[in-house]
């Protein structure tokens, strides 16, 4: 029982259209497949560049809230600067008023001084002179 070998007869033409088609359809797919990942490609590119413009946008923003503040803190630093002067200068005044003022004061209370030295010494005077008159009603004559 011997098998006879089976033959197969094809035509190498449809075998390699066969095959050529199969290439055609893979080259399709891959095809397909190379566009869609271009236009994937292209849209993370566009993204990309979108989001480095707006980069720059916010670096020039950036920027330019750096310099008004550094205007900002100029303009209020010079402002500080005249009313500390001004302030200064005001102290001073009032300072050397109160300067006069105590001076004003330290003449009052010298006289004041002086006033009271002379009451008190009066009223000793006029103590010891009735103390006199008392003890030597007729001391004068």
Avoid: C, W
Avoid at 67 to 78: A, P, T, V, Y
Avoid at 91 to 108: F, P, Q
């Amino acid at each position: 029982m011997a098998q006879d070998p089976v033959t197969i007869t094809y035509s190498l033409k449809e075998v390699l259209g066969e095959i050529s088609q199969k290439l055609d359809r893979q080259d399709e797919k891959f095809e397909s497949f190379r566009e869609d990942v271009d236009k994937k490609f292209d849209n993370v590119q566009d993204k990309f560049e979108e989001l480095q413009k707006e980069i720059v946008e916010i670096k020039i923003g950036q920027v330019r809230l750096e310099n008004e503040l550094k205007g900002d803190i100029k303009r209020i630093e010079s402002e500080l600067k005249g009313d500390i002067k001004s302030l200064e200068s005001e102290l001073k005044g009032d300072i050397k008023n109160l300067e006069t003022e105590v001076n004003g004061i330290g003449k009052r209370l010298d006289t004041q001084e002086f006033i009271n030295r002379s009451v008190v010494v009066g009223f000793v005077l006029a103590l010891v002179a009735g103390t006199v008159k008392l003890f030597f009603p007729n001391f004068p004559n």
